[in-house]
């Protein structure tokens, strides 16, 4: 497996509160995580950092090669809900972190499978069949009010992208109650390509730009440098972090 990632501050914030990490785990696997925090300037880079640091060191301490679906699966949406009783209980002691939270979307990918968890808006996408033209997929669900409102109906597509609450999420880790993670299987084919990044990258690109990125790319370091390209002329209103891995 062959992977390249970039994170930018943007053309308006101040700070990064994004994150990635990529590890190599036993038997060719890999484990690759994105975060984009929140709670003010320091709150969010802590919270995304913290997040980023206890999930990737319980994977990296805790994962066999003989592991299940399912105990991987369990073992990632336990070391969310740790590091987001860490980032609370951090929050509680800091008075300039306080409400800190952050996203965390991530993948652990092994023998043609990913296993993939989300808590909050940032994404995992599937590009597949590039010989062929290919299809952008999204594998994650965003746990924003604006999705809610997709889901029921309420807005259509277009209203959701210039909606006054699109980047109000309803689930990150941080929070009081704990935010229950969302869980995805996706089998992969040779040449497939796995996306993972924060919506300061999806709120500035629209897919179909995306998928064309992805489809003209000479290497993934092009791909990469073509979308955050194309999110800073789009004035890149948020931090952008984009990982792209592929098989």
Do not use: W
């Not at 809610?148 to 807005?155: N, V």
Request: hydrophobic letters at 40%; one cysteine or more.
């Amino acid at each position: 497996m062959k992977y390249h990632g970039k994170t930018h501050v943007g053309l308006v914030r101040q700070t990064n509160q994004d994150c990635f990490e990529v590890y190599s785990l036993p038997g060719d696997g890999l484990f690759a995580l994105v975060c984009d925090g929140m709670g003010g300037p320091g709150g969010g880079e802590v919270a995304s950092s913290l997040a980023a640091r206890r999930i990737s060191g319980a994977v990296l301490a805790s994962y066999m090669q003989d592991m299940t679906d399912r105990n991987v699966f369990e073992m990632l949406v336990t070391a969310c809900e740790d590091a987001g009783q860490e980032i609370y209980l951090e929050g509680q002691k800091d008075i300039t972190c306080t409400g800190m939270g952050t996203t965390a979307v991530m993948a652990l990918l092994r023998d043609k499978k990913a296993c993939v968890v989300s808590v909050g808006d940032s994404r995992a996408y599937l590009c597949t069949g590039l010989e062929v033209n290919g299809r952008l997929i999204q594998i994650t669900h965003d746990h924003s009010i604006v999705q809610e409102l997709l889901d029921d109906g309420a807005i259509t597509i277009k209203e959701a992208e210039h909606h006054p609450k699109r980047n109000i999420i309803t689930r990150a880790l941080g929070t009081p109650r704990m935010a229950e993670p969302d869980c995805f299987s996706v089998d992969l084919l040779e040449g497939d390509v796995l996306l993972l990044c924060t919506d300061g990258l999806t709120n500035s690109v629209e897919e179909h730009e995306l998928r064309s990125k992805l489809l003209e790319r000479q290497s993934l370091e092009e791909a990469v440098d073509r979308m955050l390209d194309a999110s800073l002329r789009a004035g890149a209103q948020d931090n952008v972090t984009i990982l792209l891995i592929s098989l």
